[in-house]
C-alpha cells in the first residue's frame, strides 16, 4: 500500500528570513542603486537640454482681403490663404532655403561632420512638426496652422520659427503679386 507524503509548504512568506535575506545581500544593493544614481547624474548634466517653441496662425479677416478680391481678377478666400501659408510652412525646400540663408540662427545644430544639407535634414526630421486643429471640428473659429520647433540649448528657438513664418509669408505675398500680375498682363 502506497502512503501519500504530506508536504510541508505552505503558502506564506515569512518576512522575517526576506529581510533577513536582503541584508545580507545590502552592499549589492547599495552598490547597484549607487551606479544608477550616478550614471542618472552624469546624463542629466552631459545631456543637451532641448526645449520646444511653438506658433500658431488663424486666417485673416475676409476684410483684409477685399482689395484683392475687389480686382475680380484674383479671388482668395481666408481659408485658401492659410492652405497656401501651411504649405509653405511645411516645404522642405522653403525650409532649407530659410536655413541655407538664416545660418546664424542655425548655429547650434550638431554637424557631426555632415555636409550643410545633410545637417539640416537631420535636424528638420527631428525639429519640426506642423500643428493642426482636430479635424472632426468643424466650427471655422478653430481653424488655425501651426508650427512646433524643438531645439537644442544655445539656440533662439523663437527667433528660428517667427523668422520662418514671416519668410514664408513674404514668400506668399511674392506669389500672389507674381500671379496678379501674370493676370493683369
Known amino acids: ?4 507524503q504530506q508536504s510541508n509548504t ?9 529581510f533577513r535575506a536582503l541584508w545580507r ?13 550616478v550614471i542618472a547624474a552624469a546624463y542629466a548634466f552631459l545631456a543637451t537640454p532641448y526645449y520646444e517653441t511653438r506658433t500658431y496662425l488663424r486666417p485673416v479677416p475676409k476684410s483684409n482681403l477685399d482689395q484683392l478680391n475687389e480686382t475680380g481678377i484674383y479671388k482668395l478666400t481666408p481659408e485658401e490663404a492659410i492652405n497656401r501659408v501651411a504649405g509653405g510652412l511645411s516645404s522642405y525646400d522653403n525650409r532649407l532655403d530659410f536655413f541655407l540663408n538664416n545660418q546664424e540662427l542655425f548655429q547650434n545644430i550638431p554637424q ?16 519640426f512638426e506642423m500643428l493642426h486643429p482636430d479635424p472632426k471640428k ?10 512646433k520647433l524643438t ?26 503679386a507674381d500671379d496678379l500680375e501674370s493676370l493683369i498682363n
Open 151 to 176: 531645439y537644442p540649448k544655445g539656440m533662439d528657438g523663437a527667433s528660428v520659427v517667427n523668422d520662418f513664418v514671416s519668410y514664408v509669408v513674404e514668400l506668399e505675398r511674392q506669389e500672389i
Open 138 to 147: 468643424t466650427d471655422n473659429r478653430s481653424a488655425f496652422v501651426g508650427l
Open 10 to 18: 505552505t503558502d506564506e512568506i515569512d518576512l522575517v528570513e526576506l
Open 25 to 37: 545581500q545590502k552592499l549589492l544593493i547599495i552598490g547597484v542603486t549607487l551606479i544608477a544614481a
Open 1 to 4: 500500500m502506497v502512503v501519500p
Open 112 to 127: 557631426h561632420g555632415d555636409s550643410l544639407e545633410q545637417t539640416f535634414a537631420a535636424f528638420n526630421e527631428t525639429a
